[in-house]
């Protein structure tokens, strides 16, 4: 039986980018394949193009968030969540056409429990940069390296569905994709696909472009150990 994948996907306020994200990701999926849409009250037509969608291709689903923040709408994407694998997604992107693909059949050929591919930054015109996120930012194994001084980005991720149950649920930390980055290389093993599946656009209103102080990095990181070593218990007190 041919594996399904979900694409976990939040929406807020992202109606100006949300048509090209979408058309990007149909265009490749297979047809007992999802788009799982946690959609936040926003105050333009995102709603209104996710459901003029809906209407014509049902795999398509949405569900309405009751909470606030990127975290909370990510939590209810992924808990509705139903294919083998599954890619996070931002609403302001676009997917390359050999993504679908070529995620599964990392996934098919090495066994792993997670995928992290490459991608590159464009501007809002997805103009793209000369240098993509691999040769940018020191990605590979470490697990305390990665820790101290993560570089991942979410919308390069995909998993298990296994692995969506250890990380959920999310907890309220900064960095809901460093926190699933974190669990799966603790839990489970990771593969690099160094081949450019996503054009990453920035523009005056992505949600992870601020710098923070030092405090508040450093207390981010701890708080992240703590949830971490909690989690970890808790999926070793589950397998026994």
Known sequence: MAET?????????????????????LDQLEPDDEIVAAYQPSSDLSLEILERYQDR?????IFHNKGRGITSNFQLALEHCNGDYIFLCDQDDVWLPEKRKAVVETFRSSGADFVLHDAVHTDENLNRQDKTFFEIYPLGPGKWKNIKKPRMSGCCMA????????????PEIYGYDQWIFVVAEFTGRIEYLPEVLLLHRLHGENSTTSTRRLDVVLYCRAK?????????????????
């Open 57 to 61: 291709d049902g795999r398509i689903k």
């Open 224 to 240: 992240l150990l703590i949830h971490l070593a909690m989690r970890l218990l808790r999926i070793k007190i589950l397998k026994k």
């Open 5 to 25: 994948i979900s694409v976990a996907l939040p929406v807020y306020n992202g109606a100006m980018y949300l048509k090209q994200q979408l058309d990007s990701i």
């Open 159 to 170: 998993f298990t569905r296994a692995m969506r149950d250890k990380v959920l649920p999310l």
